[in-house]
Structure formats: structure tokens, C-alpha cells
């Protein structure tokens, strides 16, 4: 089992800049790729942002492409999320999650935290 807790959420103005952190606990940090999801009312969770198992590779969604930087830091078992110039549609709850494969799909990801609602304002 891995457990996975978001933190960094919050009230945001348009432009500005949140960090996201996700602490993990339980089997070996480093054997799993990470996940950014994340999740708008009435819609599907989504990928934001992914990072191999030992942080040499990365994708992004093209909605956050240049905005927003995912990285990770093995020894202290945390992904974090830099996400820049936010927009209002950036508007969600973001989950880490934690899986076997780099891949970008919901399904692929065996471990999933509680989420984090990160809110940008007009």
C-alpha cells in the first residue's frame, strides 16, 4: 500500500501561482511514476501532469503546458505541482496518484490521494 497526501490548495487569483505537494508513505516511493489529476464539477479527472520514477522524464496537458512544472524528490518521497499564470478553468480538485507505468490514463494508477481543491478567481 501507498498512502498519498495532497497539501498546497487554496484561493487564487488569475496570474498567480500555487505549489502543490504530495507526500507518500508506505512501500518504496521511487518504484512508481507519479500523477497530477485533476477533477472540475461536472466533469472527467483528468491528467495534468506526469514524471517517470526517477523524475527524468515529464508530460503535460496541453492546458497547462509552460504554466505548470511537475517534479519529484525521491528522497523526501514528494511529487510536487508548480503551477503558474493560473487561469479560472484551472479550477479543481487535484489529485497525486501513484502507478507502476508512466502512462496517462485514470486506470493505470494503482494509488490515489484525498485531493486538494485549488481555486482561481476572476
Known amino acids: 500500500q501507498v498512502q498519498l497526501v495532497e497539501s498546497g490548495g487554496g484561493l487564487v487569483q488569475a496570474g498567480g501561482s500555487l505549489r502543490l505537494s504530495c507526500a507518500a508513505s508506505?512501500?518504496?516511493?521511487?518504484?512508481?511514476?507519479m500523477g497530477w489529476f485533476r477533477q472540475a464539477p461536472g466533469k472527467e479527472r483528468e491528467v495534468v501532469a506526469r514524471?517517470?520514477?526517477?523524475?527524468?522524464?515529464?508530460y503535460y496537458a496541453d492546458s497547462v503546458e509552460g504554466r505548470f512544472t511537475i517534479s519529484r524528490d525521491n528522497a523526501k518521497n514528494t511529487v510536487y505541482l508548480q503551477m503558474n499564470s493560473l487561469k479560472p478553468e484551472d479550477t479543481a480538485v487535484y489529485y497525486c496518484?501513484?502507478?507502476?507505468?508512466?502512462?496517462?490514463?485514470?486506470?493505470?494508477?494503482?494509488?490515489w490521494g484525498q485531493g486538494t481543491q485549488v481555486t482561481v478567481s476572476s
Open positions: 514524471i517517470t520514477r526517477s523524475g527524468d522524464n515529464t
Open positions: 496518484a501513484a502507478g507502476w507505468v508512466f502512462a496517462a490514463r485514470t486506470r493505470d494508477y494503482e494509488y
Open positions: 508506505g512501500r518504496t516511493f521511487s518504484n512508481y511514476a
